[in-house]
């Protein structure tokens, strides 16, 4: 069975400072991946995503990147954080065949400071 | 531009009654709808969808109305359950866009014994 891990759990960084973000799927292969946010009391606002490895595209301009150096591997970075940046991310996986229904990873708090 | 709303920030259900929850959309391209269902300090899951070419989908205890006309969604729950106590996310897309969501802010739903 398919499951996705992202870490860490909970991240408090203070304004400045660079981030990383990882999110890995198993038990699939080739997946569509996207990251999302979710600001206090909002939905969830698509970030990036990637439909193969290299290929990303963004959804909104921001402080934010996104890479994937290998098939099941996503990565959340950003040089300098803002207090904007502050919410909660989620890493989620699709097949190719059905790109619309995504499975979400436990997600990360992250309180920039 | 929020083009899926939900209106209800929270719903309280007794046990064993309907919930019914409810999200319109404004962007008449969206032909594909989901929910999704989101315990704290996890990441959502998927729950039940439906296509535009119909207008209602049924699993289990979770129903799913479409009315294109109006541009709303809702979804029942019969009967509902305390487990059911979560936050309800509807999302929406086209299915020419790679499985690009656009979610709702989220309904609370409490289900009291």
């Known amino acids: 069975s398919q499951t996705i891990h992202q870490w860490p759990a909970t991240l408090v960084q203070p304004v400045g400072s660079p981030l990383s973000l990882e999110c890995t799927v198993e038990?699939?292969?080739?997946?569509?991946l996207y990251w999302y946010r979710q600001a206090a009391g909002r939905g969830l606002q698509l970030l990036f995503y990637?439909?193969?490895?290299?290929?990303i595209s963004s959804e909104v301009p921001q402080n934010l990147s996104a890479s994937r150096p290998q098939d099941r591997q996503f990565i959340l970075s950003s040089k300098k954080l803002l207090l904007s940046d502050s919410g909660f991310y989620l890493c989620?996986?699709?097949?190719?065949?059905?790109?619309?229904?995504?499975?979400f990873g436990p997600g990360t708090r992250l309180t920039v400071t | 531009d929020q083009q899926v709303k939900q209106n209800s920030p929270s719903l309280s259900v007794q046990e064993g009654r309907i919930s019914i929850l409810n999200c319109d959309y404004t962007?008449?391209?969206?032909?594909?709808f989901l929910w999704y269902k989101k315990y704290p300090a996890e990441g959502p899951t998927f729950l039940i969808s439906?296509?535009?070419?119909?207008d209602k989908n049924e699993d289990g205890r979770f129903t799913v109305f479409l009315n294109k006309s109006a541009k709303h969604l809702s979804l029942h729950i019969v009967p509902s359950q305390p487990g059911d106590s979560a936050v309800y996310f509807c999302a929406a897309t086209r299915t020419d866009s790679w499985g690009k969501l656009q979610f709702g802010a989220g309904t609370q739903v409490v289900v009291t014994p």
């Open positions: 989620a996986w699709s097949v190719g065949g059905n790109p619309y229904e995504q499975y």
């Open positions: 962007n008449s391209m969206f032909d594909y």
């Open positions: 990637s439909v193969g490895i290299g290929q």
């Open positions: 439906i296509s535009s070419i119909k």
């Open positions: 038990g699939t292969s080739n997946p569509n």
